[in-house]
């Protein structure tokens, strides 16, 4: 029997990229602990700042994805940097997205990751919600959200 090599940071991000993009929503959900935790650091339409649990991201994460009215069609100009603290990378990424009538967007996104044993455990995220707004078209949206 061959050992199973457990993946880096590195490589849990890099295959989590491919499987959001091959629309594998499960296949991601499968690399997050079950203590794990999603911070969103800009959040302004009402989302949660903070996901705890396995079980609560996996809904939310599948409920966004069945929500969402884009469909993820690459990452460009990533680029991820290594730490001190060997479990933890940042990552920049720009993630471009297709709307239903076709037409493109593109933002950008600082992720803070922290992987044990091949797991996700933590997910800190600086993407811009008014860029993703603007690229949802939800700009009315997020700005009755604002005005309360």
Do not use: C
């Not at 029997?1 to 457990?6: E, K, V």
């Not at 991000?13 to 929503?25: G, K, N, P, S």
């Not at 809904?59 to 990533?78: E, I, V």
């Amino acid at each position: 029997m061959a050992a199973t090599s457990i993946l880096s940071p590195r490589q849990v991000f890099e295959e989590t990229q491919r499987l959001l993009l091959a629309h594998d929503i499960e296949g991601y959900i499968h690399f997050f602990a079950d203590d794990a935790v999603i911070e969103t650091m800009f959040t302004v339409t009402g989302e949660p700042r903070r996901i705890e649990g396995k079980e609560t991201i996996a809904s939310a994460l599948r409920a966004g994805n069945d929500a969402s009215p884009l469909k993820r069609k690459a990452f460009n100009n990533t680029i991820v940097h290594e730490t001190k603290e060997t479990s933890v990378i940042i990552a920049e990424y720009d993630q471009i997205s297709e709307l239903k009538d076709g037409s493109l967007r593109t933002w950008s996104d600082v992720l803070i990751l922290t992987v044990l044993n091949g797991k996700i455990h933590s997910v800190r995220s600086y993407s811009n919600p008014i860029v993703i707004a603007k690229a949802m078209d939800a700009v009315d949206e997020l700005i009755k959200h604002l005005r309360g």
